[in-house]
């Protein structure tokens, strides 16, 4: 079993930056894939970012050229950095992981997520 935990969520001025966590216990998570996922309120959870356990990455279109996702095994921890953040970017972000170390933009091909982090950005 591993057990997600998001921190870093907060308000944020519109082109503003913040940096999202996603820290992992339970297991050592070097070998997990890890997407991060975001639902504004009244709309479905969509893909944001997904990092694999060899580091290949990939983005929504939406975020591409302003949020980074990168892993920190030492700190079993994967982070996603947001840029240039706009209003509709506001949403809890979920972090999830799969076991098989895959990265995909599919939200059920992951086993494991977290509760979630609440990001605000203001025009």
């Known amino acids: 079993q591993v057990q997600l935990a998001e921190s870093g969520g907060g308000l944020v001025q519109a082109g503003g930056s913040l940096r999202l966590s996603c820290a992992a216990s339970?297991?050592?998570?070097?070998?997990?894939?890890v997407g991060w996922f975001r639902q504004a309120p009244g709309k479905e959870r969509m893909f944001v970012a997904a990092i694999t356990w060899r580091g290949t990455i990939y983005y929504a279109d939406s975020v591409k050229g302003r949020f980074t996702i990168s892993r920190d095994n030492a700190k079993n921890t994967v982070l996603l950095q947001m840029n240039s953040l706009k209003p509709e970017d506001t949403a809890t972000y979920y972090c999830r992981a799969n076991r098989y170390g895959l990265g995909t933009a599919n939200k059920y091909e992951y086993d494991y997520w977290g509760q979630g982090t609440k990001v605000t950005v203001s025009s």
């Open positions: 339970g297991r050592t998570f070097n070998n997990y894939g």
